[in-house]
């Protein structure tokens, strides 16, 4: 009497890529049992196997693997016939890594690491930006009385617009050209000339 070939050997695993299940089967049987089992995925080891041949290697795997490691309840009967010949592959896909692998930390995990270091570059860059408004004052003076202590000196009016405008710009080249453009509507004053406008004293620029 022919037998019939139309058994499979199939193993499933895990989302971490961990063999979870042996198991024998005819058709659909596979996508069944992986939701039975709860796995991540499956793939059929050998196919067009009778029954016979099926069971053999199924109890082959399960010995391979070893049922404590395993969902599977029954071990069968263990014979060593065909594991050595196939070994069966590790299977990893994009989202289900081989084993051995260990995934990357999440980017989050990376960011709360990493948090006060990136908040100091932040604010480095911010005080790169305030140097060189600073530098551009260094040899300003003022408009009013001549005085050119740097730390003095402000954009009259909308000092406080311009500084932080200057913070959120970048220090690249075109980007400074529009802080820049917007320094040309002020005139630069020491505080004390600022005081006496705001107070509506009348000033004459120095010759
Ligand atoms: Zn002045």
Redo the contacts with the bound molecule.
């Keep these: 009497m022919a037998r019939i070939a139309g058994h499979y050997v199939y193993y499933l695993w895990d989302k971490n890529g961990v063999i979870i299940y042996v198991g024998k089967g005819q058709k659909q049987r596979m996508w069944g049992s992986a939701k039975e089992q709860g796995a991540f995925g499956g793939v059929i080891y050998k196919r067009n196997l009778d029954e016979q041949t099926a069971l053999s290697m199924e109890a082959t795997l399960i010995d391979h693997y070893g049922i404590d490691t395993l969902q599977n309840i029954k071990p069968n009967g263990a014979s060593k016939m065909f594991i050595d010949k196939c070994p069966p592959k590790q299977h990893g896909t994009r989202k289900n890594k081989p084993l051995g692998i260990v995934p990357k930390p999440l980017r989050k995990d990376h960011y709360e690491k990493y948090k006060e270091v990136l908040k100091q570059g932040v604010a480095k860059a911010r005080r790169k930006r305030e140097i060189w408004l600073n530098e551009y004052l260094a040899d300003k003076h003022?408009h009013?009385?001549?005085?050119s202590e740097t730390c003095s000196l402000v954009f009259y009016p909308n000092d406080q617009e311009i500084r932080k405008f200057s913070k959120e710009t970048g220090l690249r080249k075109e980007l400074r050209l529009r802080v820049l453009e917007k320094i040309r509507e002020t005139k630069i004053?020491?505080m004390?000339?600022e005081a006496k406008k705001i107070n509506d004293i009348e000033l004459s620029p120095i010759l």
Excluded: A, L, M, R
């Design positions: 003022c009013y009385c001549g005085e004053v020491c004390n000339c």
